[in-house]
């Protein structure tokens, strides 16, 4: 089927990305189509996640319903039990949502903003990661990591995770 030589497409091109050597890897989202899939899906995942240092989690990799839990969440508690760590999943309560990793040998600020729940959850993380890399010292390499849409000109719903312009302007100031 059309659907199955996609999904086949998607693994052969996420094995080829996991595969570059690098000395930290993310996968920047939507590792699955929907947020529950059959468990073949879910080996192939994480099989994929395993190969990264850190996975941020997309809009299609959960559910937009808190109380869910996605083929992404058991991919995460699977790989856990494995000694793997590096999900970066949206908070379930509202906060906001950054995680930070500071290698200070290496000077290396990376921060991952993952799909949020709600636009004002995303925008709280943005402030949050701003924040973050404004205390760092200047020496530091910031890098920051979204799964978003950008500078969209259309309608917009509450889930819609959009970086607007002068957000965009403002992060590029630290970043």
């Known amino acids: 089927t059309a659907n199955g030589r996609y999904e086949q497409q998607l693994v052969i091109h ?19 189509d929907k947020f ?13 996640c395993s ?14 319903t808190v109380e869910d839990d996605s083929t992404m969440h058991m991919c995460a508690e699977l790989l856990r039990k494995e000694g793997q760590h590096g999900f970066a999943f949206p908070d379930k309560v509202g906060a906001s949502t950054v995680v930070v990793y500071h290698n200070e040998v290496e000077k290396l600020l990376l921060i991952i903003v993952p799909y949020c729940y709600t ?18 010292e200047d020496d530091v390499a910031k890098i920051l990591v979204l799964h978003t849409n950008y500078n ?15 957000d965009a302007e403002m992060l590029l100031e630290q970043f």
């Open 14 to 32: 996420a094995n080829k990305a996991a595969d570059v050597a690098a000395d930290f890897k993310t996968q920047v989202g939507d590792v699955f």
């Open 36 to 48: 529950r899939g059959s468990d073949a899906t879910l080996v192939a995942g994480a099989k994929i």
């Open 152 to 166: 969209l000109g259309y309608e917009l719903t509450d889930t819609t995770n959009n970086l607007d312009k002068e």
């Open 51 to 64: 190969k990264f240092n850190s996975v941020v989690v997309g809009n299609h990799d959960i559910s937009n």
């Open 119 to 136: 636009q004002a959850q995303f925008e709280d993380s943005l402030r949050e990661a701003y924040g973050v890399a404004k205390k760092t």
